[in-house]
């Protein structure tokens, strides 16, 4: 039996103001997020501290507050009509399988999609300021551009690239701390990877059920002593349509911030498009080396793909596969999540290679009597927790 979910979505849109992002703004007086408005503007302030010691009773009571802070201010602005379109209720479902892939049928959101404005086969690529960025958006709309879909926009005025860096890195995981809900998680593309704006930013999202990937069995890689000094873990998924790693633990978040980023700044220097999600309150991370975009600028991803018109994102990638045609949402089944997803992978053999580039570039050193598992061996199966909790309405899961 199909488990059924409502969540009501808003069509990806940045801003009211994104059709006139050419045009002159002397004066401005739009209240905007540029170095004309912000630097003289009051706006809400969100402080937690920077390394946490474990949270008392009380401090976890005031950082879940984050999660409903966000809702809140999301339906504020909806109920004001700043969002461009109105919000619609879209159908939802978890496919029956294995994994659980979450299908959600969106149709004509490519329509009203922004189209990207830089090239997709560069992974870093100079911020231009003449292209449509987060400082052109209006200070109102300081929001979600979706029902528990946020942007996370570090140091907005310095006008940074879409790439990752520890500073920064490091923030994102502090937010999936500071939220302590297992429904909150983070989200970044890199440019090549399906982002679609060259400004700094991570997204998060607000899904009350696990993602297939939690659910996916890993085998732990080992390290030497020395390296596991930091406390964090790397392990490989198996059985999973997408080859990715994933990092756990480390004795501060700043230790895991590290080691990650060193692996992302490895990748985005070699051209390697990727994608990350960030997991179990800032403690589970998985990194997503991907090629989608390259095959189909090699005509190697069939047709039949190309027509559902999917972008495989780190949602996706996660397992929850927005559609934009009604016959894919409704003969979705896990076969075709998974060869849609597989086409987005690397081999194995470049797996490996990226994996060990990625490895010596984050100071990490795999044991020398290490066995690796072939699919189908023996796994550490390891699921994120999700325990029940209230939610918003519009976010339940129904069965």
């Not at 998924?237 to 990715?244: A, D, E, H, Q, S």
């Not at 690397?346 to 490996?352: A, C, D, G, I, T």
Request: glycine residues 6%; proline residues 7%.
């Amino acid at each position: 039996m199909e488990m059924k979910l409502t969540i009501r979505r808003v069509p990806t849109v940045v801003s009211n103001y994104q059709d006139d992002a050419d045009k002159p703004r002397a004066g401005c007086g739009r209240n905007c997020l540029g170095d004309c408005c912000l630097p003289v503007s009051k706006l809400p302030l969100y402080a937690f501290k920077a390394n946490p010691a474990k949270p008392s009773q009380e401090d976890a009571a005031s950082t879940k507050s984050l999660v409903n802070i966000l809702l809140t201010e999301w339906e504020e602005r909806m109920a004001r009509g700043l969002f461009r379109y109105d919000v619609t209720a879209c159908e939802t479902k978890v496919i029956p399988g294995n994994l659980g892939f979450v299908a959600q049928l969106n149709e004509g959101r490519h329509l009203k999609k922004r189209p990207t404005e830089f090239r997709v086969d560069r992974v870093l690529q100079p911020f231009d300021p003449a292209k449509f960025n987060f400082t052109k958006v209006g200070q109102e709309e300081v929001s979600p551009i979706e029902y528990g879909h946020v942007l996370l926009i570090p140091r907005v005025l310095d006008r940074l690239p879409q790439r990752i860096d520890p500073e920064s890195f490091l923030l994102a995981l502090q937010m999936a701390a500071e939220a302590a809900s297992p429904y909150f998680r983070l989200g970044y593309n890199s440019l090549g990877a399906f982002a679609t704006i060259n400004h700094l930013h991570f997204q998060a999202y607000y899904l009350s059920v696990p993602f297939p990937v939690e659910k996916a069995a890993t085998h732990k890689i080992p390290l030497s002593e020395d390296t596991m000094k930091s406390g964090v873990t790397v392990s490989k998924l198996i059985n999973y349509p997408v080859r990715g790693l994933v990092f756990e633990g480390g004795n501060t978040l700043n230790d895991l911030a590290t080691v990650v980023s060193s692996a992302c700044i490895w990748l985005q220097d070699n051209n390697v498009p990727y994608n990350v999600l960030i997991s179990d309150c800032g403690k589970r991370i998985f990194l997503f080396p991907q090629c989608y975009a390259e095959k189909q600028a090699l005509g190697e991803v069939s047709q039949e793909l190309l027509d559902t018109q999917v972008n495989p994102a780190v949602w996706e990638i996660s397992g929850h596969i927005v559609l934009k045609r009604k016959n894919d949402y409704e003969e979705a089944s896990e076969t075709s999540a998974w060869k849609l997803l597989a086409e987005v992978s690397l081999s194995e053999e470049r797996f490996e290679e990226v994996r060990a580039y990625i490895f010596t570039a984050a100071g990490l050193v795999q044991a020398d009597d290490d066995e690796e598992a072939s699919e189908g061996e023996e796994a550490t199966y390891s699921p994120v927790p999700v325990a029940p909790m209230p939610v918003a309405e519009g976010c339940l899961v129904l069965q």
